[in-house]
């Protein structure tokens, strides 16, 4: 429970509960159930003398408010299962789903009617007063993932193939208003101006997927990787729907966007792994080491 120098209240209340089940389903296969839920809930986010205390948020990440029932899920925060299976001494594979139901809102506390009596203002010091932005946004993930390990060995070379393969998609619905007929800017009290803004609406996915192999040889005193990733990554709009304004429709008008293609094609990449070890001597206490990575960068949903 915070207090800031101008007596607003910033209170915050963290609330988790997490399960985990490991189970040996045979000799071979063995099995691991993650479940985790938290909540984070600030009474009075963003408390300070700029932001008196009806200017503030209340946050949450389940909903609390009727408006948003429909919107957030009771679903845990995050789950996971991971089975492995060994086929042999040689091979062994891990499969993993996971699932993240994240988001949270932010309610302003002086209330999100229509009226004038739930404008914000802005005073010239900087001040706000009476309410402020509602807004929200929605950001589940899904996650799906396979790997495995193969030991074998050709002619005095013995390898360790590991391979795998994802697929993650990551979604967000976001929104934002603001109550009232938008935003008065005062001097000392006298509105001289007021700003209307249309919703703010923001709704796409983001899909990653990416194969790898990646092979390390051993022969004497030298071990080579030799590893590949390839990665395809795209994202695409959702539709989404903006109100009119509640006071100048004519100005600012319901509007709404069907969504689809950013504009522009897949990011699709190769990446190549090489490393090089060798230990000199018989008893091997030094090693030379030289290798060679290139990383492609993760595209950005916004």
Same mark, same amino acid.
């Given at each position: 429970d915070l207090l800031?120098?101008?007596?607003?209240? $910033?209170?915050?209340?963290?609330?988790?509960?997490?399960?985990?089940?490991?189970?040996?389903?045979?000799?071979?296969?063995?099995?691991?159930?993650?479940?985790?839920?938290?909540?984070?809930? +600030?009474?009075?986010?963003?408390?300070?003398?700029?932001?008196?205390?009806?200017?503030?948020w209340d946050q949450g990440g389940k909903a609390s408010d009727p408006r948003l029932f429909s919107l957030f899920s009771d679903r845990p925060t995050i789950a996971k299962l991971e089975d492995t299976h060994i086929f042999g001494a040689n091979f062994f594979l891990t499969g993993m789903y996971s699932e993240? $139901?994240?988001?949270?809102?932010?309610?302003?506390?002086?209330g999100i009617g229509a009226d004038h009596v739930n404008t914000a203002l802005e005073s010239l010091d900087g001040v706000w007063h009476n309410t402020f932005i509602d807004a929200y946004t929605l950001r589940p993930q899904d996650q799906y993932k396979a790997d495995g390990s193969y030991f074998f060995s050709t002619g005095n070379l013995n390898h360790e193939l590991k391979f795998g393969a994802?697929?993650?998609?990551?979604?967000? +619905?976001?929104?934002?208003?603001?109550?009232?007929?938008?935003? $008065?800017?005062?001097?000392?009290?006298?509105?001289?101006?007021?700003?209307?803004?249309? $919703?703010?609406?923001?709704?796409?996915d983001v899909k990653y997927k990416n194969l790898y192999a990646q092979d390390t040889l051993t022969s004497g005193n030298l071990t080579v990787n030799l590893g590949l990733r390839y990665d395809v990554q795209s994202g695409t709009q959702l539709p989404g729907v903006s109100e009119?304004?509640?006071?100048?429709?004519?100005?600012?008008?319901?509007?709404?966007?069907?969504?689809?293609?950013?504009?522009? +094609?897949?990011? +699709?990449?190769?990446?190549?792994?090489?490393?090089?070890?060798?230990?000199?001597g018989a008893e091997k206490k030094t090693l030379l080491r030289a290798s060679y990575s290139r990383f492609a960068d993760q595209l950005s949903g916004a």
């Open positions: 800031t120098v101008s007596d607003f209240q $910033d209170n915050t209340t963290l609330k988790t509960w997490n399960l985990k089940l490991n189970g040996q389903v045979a000799a071979s296969n063995s099995a691991t159930l993650f479940v985790s839920d938290n909540d984070k809930v +600030k009474i009075g986010r963003n408390a300070s003398p700029t932001r008196p205390q009806e200017t503030t993240s $139901d994240g988001g949270f809102f932010l309610t302003p506390e002086g994802n697929y993650r998609k990551a979604t967000v +619905k976001s929104f934002s208003r603001w109550p009232g007929w938008g935003i $008065d800017y005062t001097n000392g009290g006298y509105a001289y101006l007021t700003g209307i803004y249309s $919703d703010g609406v923001l709704n796409y009119a304004s509640p006071i100048l429709p004519e100005l600012m008008p319901a509007f709404s966007a069907a969504g689809g293609s950013p504009g522009f +094609k897949d990011w +699709k990449n190769l990446s190549p792994r090489l490393g090089l070890t060798y230990a000199l």
